[in-house]
């Protein structure tokens, strides 16, 4: 082992010699791989940030997974056998209706380690009224301290207070402006079902999405149920997980599991998921072409090293050195030209980051996770001693008595 080790020591000091010796080739290619490391972490964490920011604006204001009741079914009564029957069936309207046995299914789903949140919720229509006012809302029964752990709306509240209960509700700041309304206003709500009543605004919240903030009403679980006739009952059971790329195949299990219609979030945003594909599909492509030109850089250089160096390569071969230990030298140099070129060209990534997050159109911030940085690092030196794997078997083939000869 000790000898292996020596051996490579001395043939990573006769790398490092030949690339001193030209050290205009060996500062170049080392500039072009830091510009390729520089590119490839700045935009895959451009894009990483971009994503974030989207998906973080799109379910700041949704669950994950929503659990509902099955759509109900026209019922066909049964016909003799081998009597035909023509139907022409209409679908059956959706009526406003509980989840059955919904608190044993919470507290089964509380229980499932692929869940970070379950919270039940009633909601239905209405209308809200001040004056001669009117406006269409959907009203939004919660759990408050529940519902929390799915969307944080202490972090959307822009005046008043996180209250509900008591008559107390949390309105949208553009049903507010509609309604000319503010923190401490009464409004009346009428579900159109004989059941109205007179509730104070505790809170005005800002979700960011102009419909959400328009229509939804936030008040207490009982009181929903009360106004929305559904005494002791829930209509969705909204559910977040850890992994939200997942949410498609947790959906899955949790609706064979409950007997429920289970719904993600990568299935209500479909237009979403499909443009993110797209981003990350470019980013790969970036990477790709970013790769292949670092490689035929490497190799262009090491192939003219072979060529400048003939004849220290026979003498070597005559002193003893083996082919493999002149391959090793040329490999040994692809992998210290990826390796410096990494380091400087993620030195420069960063900086290009800080710039962007400093001084950019703060639509977003740009994270670098070490991770990225460690994963250029490795491609780069990778490629370096693939792209110098034909310089150095063409270096290692030399017949060492043409070499010495070579001028």
């Not at 080739?25 to 830091?34: K, P």
Request: aromatic content about 6%; proline content about 3%; glycine content about 8%.
């Amino acid at each position: 082992m000790k000898n292996l080790f020596g051996r490579l020591w001395i043939d990573a000091v006769i790398a490092i010699s030949f690339l001193r010796e030209g050290r205009v080739q060996s500062l170049m290619i080392t500039l072009g791989v830091a510009i390729g490391v520089a590119v490839i972490v700045f935009i895959t964490a451009l894009i990483q940030g971009l994503q974030t920011n989207l998906i973080d604006k799109t379910l700041g204001s949704q669950s994950h997974i929503q659990l509902v009741s099955p759509d109900e079914v026209n019922l066909v009564a049964p016909v003799a056998a081998g009597t035909a029957q023509l139907i022409q069936e209409d679908k059956r309207p959706q009526r406003l209706r509980s989840i059955n046995n919904w608190q044993q299914i919470t507290a089964t789903l509380d229980q499932l380690p692929l869940l970070t949140a379950v919270s039940p919720v009633v909601s239905g229509p209405a209308f809200v009224r001040r004056g001669e006012a009117l406006e269409s809302v959907v009203l939004i029964g919660t759990e408050l301290e529940r519902y929390q752990k799915i969307i944080p709306l202490d972090e959307y509240l822009i005046s008043g207070d996180l209250r509900v209960g008591a008559d107390n509700v949390l309105i949208g700041s553009e049903l507010a402006n509609n309604l000319g309304v503010q923190v401490g206003s009464k409004l009346r709500l009428d579900t159109g079902e004989q059941d109205n009543t007179v509730v104070n605004v505790a809170g005005i919240f800002e979700l960011g999405v102009r419909e959400l903030d328009a229509r939804y009403v936030y008040l207490d679980l009982k009181q929903a149920q009360s106004l929305l006739s559904l005494p002791g009952g829930v209509t969705v059971i909204d559910l977040t997980v850890a992994d939200i790329f997942e949410a498609d195949n947790i959906a899955e299990q949790v609706g064979r599991l409950t007997s429920l219609q289970a719904e993600s979030w990568i299935e209500t945003n479909a237009q979403l998921m499909s443009g993110l594909s797209a981003q990350s599909l470019s980013t790969n492509m970036i990477i790709v072409f970013v790769g292949i030109s670092v490689a035929f850089g490497i190799a262009s250089v090491l192939s003219v090293s072979v060529v400048q160096r003939t004849r220290e390569i026979g003498i070597l071969r005559a002193t003893g050195a083996t082919r493999q230990q002149i391959l090793w030298i040329f490999l040994i140099q692809g992998a210290v030209f990826g390796l410096l070129g990494s380091i400087l060209g993620s030195a420069v990534s960063y900086v290009l980051v800080w710039a962007f997050n400093t001084f950019g159109p703060s639509l977003f911030y740009i994270p670098v996770s070490i991770e990225l940085v460690l994963l250029a690092m490795l491609l780069a030196t990778l490629t370096g001693v693939l792209a110098a794997a034909i310089p150095a078997r063409r270096a290692a083939a030399l017949d060492p008595v043409v070499a010495i000869r070579y001028v």
